[in-house]
């Protein structure tokens, strides 16, 4: 008999010990073990090779490989996510832009068709360095771990949206450009889709961290790619507190959070390209139900929220914040005040690298 069992495939429970399997991937380890008893339907290994059966000791053989490749690797195959009942993360606009809409839906994550419509974003606003970037990653995308699938599918479940970001290099070479032109599609009442005007960059302090290119500005970025995951709320969480308190606060958060489970405060970055993606899936989402909205506001319409950056140092009593003015039609990053307001929030990410 040619096809033979591996010798290492005979103690696969001892593997999955030294494997440290977590709930979840010990999960997924059984299924594989109930598929491969399947093909065995009643045989044991010990009976494969006394019988000669090289047709099923291939099966077998193949099953096993998959198993092992799993233990060692502790990732598997993966070209998409189904995530029932998830918090619809298009509710609120829609319910904004006058339409009804469910407060869960069955959102269904196909990661290569995520990667190239955010690096066709990205292109279409002008930042190639972007696309590059997303598109180098994009054959990472078809193998991940259970526990990175996990934490995505969770903060889905919970209402966020996914984006896929540059690695922080790209994001720091390009943050004035990326400022200005990541910039979210509109619509107004009775009025065609609109695209914002470039960005508006007001306060000396955000300039003199761009122009010299101060890490500070992508402090905690991954060095690779990743996948932002963010609710696309037009209220921004952690509220009715000072800079000082909303950090304190975002602390508390991560007590019981560890690797890359843990939660962070979006930069300048990571909010220019929701507030842009957030737009392009609000419209793809209206097409594909045929639901049409009157109107399509980007988060923090002014006089409602607006988001600081407490990632970034306070300056003379300030901090850097984003916020959509509508009479400009564009987005304005500037500096403001570190005491407590109503609508002066932080808006909360989780990062996971692929």
């Known amino acids: 008999m040619t096809e033979q069992i591996k010798p290492e495939s005979q103690n696969l429970e001892s593997l999955a010990v030294k494997a440290n399997l977590s709930n979840a991937e010990r999960e997924y380890f059984d299924k594989l073990k109930a598929e491969l008893k399947e093909i065995l339907g009643g045989k044991t290994l010990d009976d494969i090779e006394r019988t000669q059966d090289l047709v099923l000791a291939r099966r077998v053989n193949k099953k096993m490989g998959q198993i092992l490749s799993f233990l060692k690797s502790k990732e598997v195959e993966t070209k998409e996510l189904i995530i029932k009942d998830a918090k619809n993360p298009f509710a609120e606009a829609f319910e904004d832009g006058g339409a009804d809409a469910p407060e869960e839906i069955k959102y269904e994550l196909n990661f290569e068709e995520l990667a190239d419509m955010n690096a066709k974003v990205y292109e279409s606003c002008g930042l ?23 934490i995505i599918k969770q903060e889905i479940k919970e209402g966020a949206i996914p984006i896929i970001m540059p690695g922080k290099r790209v994001m720091l070479e390009t943050t004035l450009k990326q400022i200005k032109m990541l910039r979210p599609k509109f619509k107004n009442l009775n009025k065609e889709e609109e695209l914002a005007d470039e960005s508006s960059l007001v306060g000396e302090h955000l300039n003199q961290l761009i122009n010299e290119r101060n890490e500070l500005l992508v402090s ?6 990743y996948i932002l995951l963010t ?10 507190k ?6 304190a606060a ?10 890359e489970s843990k939660i962070y405060a979006m930069n300048p970055h990571e909010y220019a390209a929701t507030q842009t993606v957030r737009s392009e899936l609000i419209f793809k989402r209206g097409e594909e139900t045929d639901v049409e909205l009157v109107q399509i506001k980007p988060m923090d319409f002014i006089g409602e929220t607006w988001t600081r950056f407490v990632s970034l140092p306070v300056f003379s009593g300030a901090v850097p914040f984003g916020f959509w003015a509508q009479d400009d039609s564009r987005l304005v990053f500037v500096n403001f005040s570190v005491d407590a307001y109503a609508r002066a929030g932080v808006r909360l990410s989780v990062r996971v690298v692929f």
């Open 128 to 150: 190639p360095e972007w696309a590059e970037d997303v598109r180098k990653a994009q054959e990472k995308l078809g193998k991940m771990s259970l526990e990175k699938l996990e």
């Open 250 to 259: 975002l602390e508390a958060l991560n007590e019981n959070r560890t690797g």
């Open 231 to 240: 609710r696309p709320t037009q209220k921004s969480e952690i509220r009715n």
């Open 242 to 247: 000072t800079v000082a308190q909303q950090i």
């Open 220 to 225: 905690d970025i991954p060095e690779k790619p």
